[in-house]
């Protein structure tokens, strides 16, 4: 069983910055790629950042390359998003999740509300 619990999000100014963080519980964290996705309601969710298994290999989606930098601290089982030079377009529920080959599960997180307004 895997739970994923976000934090960090919060209301910040066009330009600032916020890092995500995402607590994972179970026994597979080095093993499977762990993903930030976000939402806007009406919208689908969109990718932002993947992280591999042993932190080797990064992926960010276009709108954020260069801006967001995803991250992993094996002790504290933790992922992180950094999030730099915000825009309002950032705006979004984020997500954390990871799938679980072995079982064929698709995990998510409650979600963390990233608002960045003037």
């Known amino acids: 069983q895997v739970q994923l619990v976000e934090s960090g999000g919060d209301m910040v100014p066009p330009g600032g910055s916020l890092r995500l963080s995402c607590a994972y519980s179970g026994s597979t964290f080095n093993t499977y790629d762990m993903n930030w996705y976000r939402q806007v309601p009406g919208r689908e969710r969109e990718f932002v950042a993947r992280?591999?298994?042993?932190?080797?290999?990064?992926a960010y989606g276009g709108s954020v390359k260069g801006r967001f930098i995803i991250s992993k601290d094996d002790r504290k089982r933790t992922v992180y998003l950094q999030m730099n030079n915000l825009k309002p377009e950032d705006t979004a529920l984020y997500y954390c999740?990871?799938?679980?080959?072995?079982?064929?599960?698709?995990?998510w997180g409650q979600g963390t509300q990233v608002t960045v307004s003037s």
């Open positions: 999740n990871t799938y679980v080959l072995s079982s064929g599960i698709d995990y």
């Open positions: 992280i591999s298994g042993t932190g080797g290999i990064t």
